[in-house]
């Protein structure tokens, strides 16, 4: 299975962005997806993930409110939908895939796929 990030860019803080995250699967519906972020010099954070029904989401604190994730299991596509960026929202941001109907955020090792990484720069 490959995932496919894109949509990330460079945009002012206050903007807007919508991330895409595209998996080569046909059980695309089977996994619960995620969203990460590293930003330079720190972890990779957990940001946002959705059940593999799409029936219920779970959100970092730090985004709350702002980002939006969903899904459209007829195009293996999630999205995360940036509203309202800050300049601290500057990352690169990484889509995973994770077999079953979990939503809370596990250790590294416990994602079966990752993506490449999408970059997002906000500026002030």
């Known amino acids: 299975v490959q995932l496919q990030a894109s949509g990330g860019g460079l945009v002012q803080a206050g903007g807007s962005l919508r991330l895409s995250c595209a998996a080569s699967t046909r059980t695309f519906s089977r996994y619960t997806m995620y969203w990460f972020r590293q930003a330079l010099g720190k972890e990779r954070e957990f940001v946002a993930a959705?059940?593999?029904?799409?029936?219920?989401?779970y959100y970092a604190d730090s985004v709350k409110g702002r980002f939006t994730i969903s899904r459209d299991n007829a195009k293996n596509t999630v999205y995360l939908q940036m509203n309202s960026l800050k300049p601290e929202d500057t990352a690169i941001y990484y889509c995973?895939?994770?077999?079953?109907?979990?939503?809370?955020?596990?250790?590294?090792?416990?994602?079966?796929?990752w993506g490449q990484g999408t970059e997002v720069t906000v500026s002030s």
């Open positions: 959705i059940r593999w029904s799409g029936d219920s989401t």
């Open positions: 995973a895939a994770r077999y079953g109907n979990y939503i809370v955020p596990a250790a590294s090792s416990s994602y079966d796929y």
